[in-house]
């Protein structure tokens, strides 16, 4: 798939990868063209050297003066900006940073004319195997393309819903903004055709993480594994229902078919971070850190896969590495950031950070209107730094907001200061997991 940035007169395709000028190629050295990615990724910020170092040689030790030399090869390819700058700017004793405003255009796949929506469909589908806000956005445009070519196309209507299910998720999207337009979509789309898979994987989400239905989830995905016909597709929502176990606390059941869909579909990320995160709601650490580090053999630029190895280690007692992989996810992550920051914050809290994590709380309460987080994980960072009522307050806020994150209520260990208060039952008991 391409993945395509555009600055002044330059276009910088990730997946070639390539560096254009107008229509002239730019030589450029491998490893500058994965720094430039890092950079372009995340214009604006200001990007660590040691987090460069990290992602572009993962498994090797590399001076910074190597790094220096690729940003100095990268300067010399891209000249000055129009300001009469470097494109990449140098800040001493912190980093680098990509001076000029970046954008994505949208990018429409050629698709056979006898089979135009279905080959959208997989491109779609690819793009929401990200797991990011922007990859969602761009899952969306091409689901629409497949609904305006057939108005009765199911899994498009799926797929779109499905991208406005994960961006309230991901905290691009509130809850009005996205749970009743899924939900209309899973209506019509059920109606269109019962008996598409799709359909009932996403219904099983909308009812598990925006109605707390548990039992209607778990019914949907069953029914949908009975729907399945080839093994690939089984696979996934065995996944998908494992994962469901796991939440709901049969985790013996749900790690064993987690386990076995990692090996079954090595080459899907969602199934790996799947894994990761049952591990972590076991209070197996050490395996979640495992089997993040495995996926991340596979998929080295997934940034799920780094938070939940960065939430291993937190649990661990390695808040340094912790930290370190939190960055690298978040500069991975194409989309809102505070949700991470709220891990962060928590990690701060935990470490004895106190004032680190305060101002980070601050941070976070100041967001965009736009940008959400989930007030569980709010919750986990005051439960962290003591602050039990604060805490048990924003319980109730999440219940009575109907907060996706409740999911984790169960299991989660970050929650354990808070599960002696009677309020804190009586939460479990209203919303039934």
Sequence with gaps: ??????????????????????????????????????????????????????L?????????????????????????????????????????????????????????????ASDLCRVAAHYLQHLTADGCRRAAVLYRQCIATDRHHAKARAGLAESLLMRFILGDLSRDEAVPGAAALLAEANRIDPSCIDVHLSLARLHSVCDWQWDRAEDRLRYALEL?????????????????????????????ELRYASSACSLSPVIWSLLADAHFLAR???????????????????????????????ALGDHTGALRYFRRASL?????????????????????????????????????GTQHVSLISIAMIHAALGSRHRALDCIDGACAGRDWGVSVLKRDSRLDPLRTAPQYRSVLVRVGI
């Excluded at 798939?1 to 990868?17: C, H, I, K, T, Y």
């Excluded at 030589?27 to 660590?48: C, H, S």
């Excluded at 495992?290 to 937190?314: D, I, M």
């Design 56 to 116: 572009v040689w993962p498994d090797t030790v590399v001076e910074e003066g190597n790094l220096a030399v690729h940003v100095s090869s990268l300067r010399k390819a891209l000249g000055e900006n129009a300001s009469g700058g470097a494109y990449i700017e140098t800040l001493p004793k912190r980093g680098y940073r990509f001076a000029a405003p970046v954008c994505r255009p949208p990018q429409i796949p050629a698709a056979s004319p006898e089979d135009d």
């Design 332 to 368: 991975l992550n194409e989309g809102p950031k505070f949700g991470l920051l709220a891990e962060i914050a928590y990690v701060q809290a935990t470490a004895g950070n106190r004032d680190n994590a305060v101002n980070l709380l601050a941070r976070i309460r100041s967001r965009p």
């Design 228 to 256: 399945a016909s080839d093994s690939a597709t089984q696979q996934v929502l065995r996944a998908w229902l494992a994962s469901h176990l796991v939440r709901r606390g049969d985790l013996d059941r749900g790690l064993r």
């Design 284 to 314: 197996d650490f050490a395996g979640c850190a495992a089997a993040s580090r495995e996926g991340l053999q596979l998929h080295p630029n997934h940034w799920v896969l780094y938070r939940a190895l960065a939430k291993a280690l937190t």
């Design 1 to 54: 798939m391409q993945q395509v940035f555009e600055f002044s007169d330059f276009r910088f395709d990730l997946g070639a990868p390539l560096l254009m000028r107008g229509s002239q190629s730019i030589e450029v050295a491998p490893r500058a063209l994965e720094i430039l990615a890092v950079l372009v990724r995340n214009a604006g910020q200001v990007v660590r050297k040691d987090d460069l170092l990290s």
